[in-house]
């Protein structure tokens, strides 16, 4: 076991685990930040996506001692308060969920996708994508989320200079 001191949504956490323990099992078992999900164990289906210094990480391939003192950002810390991120409203507002279960990882790597691109095609979304799996299918709509709250952000953006 060793301590480990971590940033996580914009806080410091300190945890007692052995340094080969994945990041996702350290923010659901040892933090109980749950919104990050365990799909597949094997970083393939992005269920488990989270930002690493603004990069989308697969959190259960990730060793938590590698990411120690890096800024990690899980769904929780997407929202300010109550006001929740402007891709997490088009999700809502596009209705692209059905179960849930891929979301916050889709939208983990749709935030990455819109803090390099604020404006990105179709098909730059669908490439950046590539590696979430949806088994519902709203693939459609999470293009459209995907596309919408880019410019919701980029709005927002605007805003706060002003």
Known sequence: MATLHLSINDRPYTIEADPQTSLLTA?????DLTGTKYGCGEG?????????DGQAQRSCITKVSVVAQRKI???EGLATG???HPLQEAFLKEGALQCGYCTSGMIMSGVALLNGNPNPSRSEIVDFMDG???RCGTYSRVIQAIQNGGKELAESRKGAKR
């Open 27 to 31: 923010l659901r078992d040892h933090l």
């Open 44 to 52: 393939q289906c992005g269920a488990c996506t989270v930002l690493i």
């Open 73 to 75: 950002t899980t769904i």
């Open 82 to 84: 109550d006001k929740l």
């Open 132 to 134: 979430n799996i949806c």
